[in-house]
Structure formats: C-alpha cells, structure tokens
C-alpha cells in the first residue's frame, strides 16, 4: 500500500470516528461502520482508533476477537453463510458446503477466494429451520438449497460481476 492508499485509509477512519463524535461509548458502532467499509478490521486500523478514542488497544482487540460479527481476516464482498445447524445438517447441509467450497476452489483452511469476491463460511444456525437447508448471501436468504442450486447461485453472481466491469 503506498502513502496516498495510507492517508486517503486513514481519512476514512477518522470520518467515521467523528460521526460517533469521538466517544469511546461508541467503540462498537465505530467498530461496525469500519468493518462495513474495508469488510475487515485491519490491525493498523484498530491501533488507530485506540489512540483516537482514548482506549487501550487491547480493549479493542478484546471487543474485536470476542464478537463473531468482527472479522480480523479480509473477506470476500459475497459472504455466504451456510447453516449446519440440526434441521439442516439432517437435510444435506454438509453435502452443500463440500460443494460450494470445492466450486470456489477453496481449500482446506481457506474461506475466502483468492480474488476477494467470496467468503464460505458454515454457522450453527441461521433461524430459519422451515428452510433447510439454508444459505444467506449477504443479505439474501436461499431456502431448500441443494447442492447444484447453491453452485448455480455462485455461477450467477459471478457472472453479474463480471457484466460490471
């Protein structure tokens, strides 16, 4: 990253730290409008906002890795969520994340493709038992995915990323 990437990363940080007018009550707001811009919270970052808030930087880094919202690891701008929960466990779910991981060429202790677009992630449960097995995309939620219909979700997204560019 060169300087002016530096500045223009750090102009953001304070922006958004004097939305919340510098509190350090607000340290989870701040925490979450970062990590909706960069889709992580990069260390560099969270130093950053100890000293601009008053706060030690372990107390960050504590509210960091002690909520699973947080993430200290880049993720893809497609986060896909897929329950393995009981009721969807039972009805394939294990068969659907094998099946996406290996569609997105992911391997074993990766979540998160190499070009940033996708991060596969298994949750214990979504809420939503009547639908299993289930997926959430962002905020898009996929009910009774099978296996092909999942790697067809993953086919159409890329494809209208690629008609962006």
Same mark, same amino acid.
Do not use: W
């Given at each position: 990253?060169?300087?002016?990437e530096?500045?223009?990363?750090?102009?953001?940080?304070?922006?958004?730290?004097?939305?919340?007018?510098?509190?350090p009550?607000?340290?989870?707001?701040?925490?979450?409008?970062?990590?909706?811009?960069?889709?992580?919270?990069?260390?560099?970052?969270?130093?950053?906002?100890?000293?601009?808030?008053?706060?030690?930087?372990?107390?960050?880094?504590?509210?960091?890795?002690?909520?699973?919202?947080?993430?200290?690891?880049?993720?893809?701008?497609?986060?896909?969520?897929?329950? +393995?929960?009981?009721?969807?466990?039972?009805?394939?779910?294990?068969?659907?994340?094998?099946?996406?991981?290996?569609?997105?060429?992911?391997?074993? +202790?990766?979540?998160?493709?190499?070009?940033?677009?996708?991060?596969?992630?298994s949750?214990?449960?979504?809420?939503?038992?009547?639908?299993?097995?289930?997926?959430?995309?962002?905020? +898009?939620?996929?009910?009774?995915?099978?296996?092909?219909?999942?790697?067809?979700?993953?086919?159409?997204i890329?494809?209208?990323?690629?008609?962006?560019?």
């Amino acid at each position: 990253m060169n300087n002016t990437e530096n500045m223009n990363q750090f102009e953001k940080v304070v922006e958004i730290v004097e939305k919340y007018n510098n509190d350090p009550t607000k340290l989870i707001p701040i925490m979450q409008a970062i990590q909706e811009e960069y889709r992580y919270l990069p260390q560099e970052i969270l130093t950053s906002v100890a000293v601009m808030l008053g706060v030690s930087p372990a107390k960050v880094y504590g509210i960091a890795t002690f909520y699973s919202h947080f993430s200290l690891e880049p993720k893809g701008k497609y986060i896909i969520k897929i329950c +393995d929960g009981t009721a969807c466990h039972v009805k394939g779910s294990g068969v659907l994340i094998e099946k996406m991981k290996e569609h997105l060429k992911l391997g074993e +202790d990766q979540t998160t493709t190499p070009d940033m677009l996708f991060t596969l992630e298994s949750v214990s449960c979504l809420g939503a038992c009547g639908l299993a097995p289930v997926v959430v995309i962002n905020d +898009d939620v996929y009910g009774q995915l099978t296996a092909a219909k999942g790697v067809s979700l993953i086919d159409e997204i890329r494809t209208k990323e690629q008609d962006n560019v």
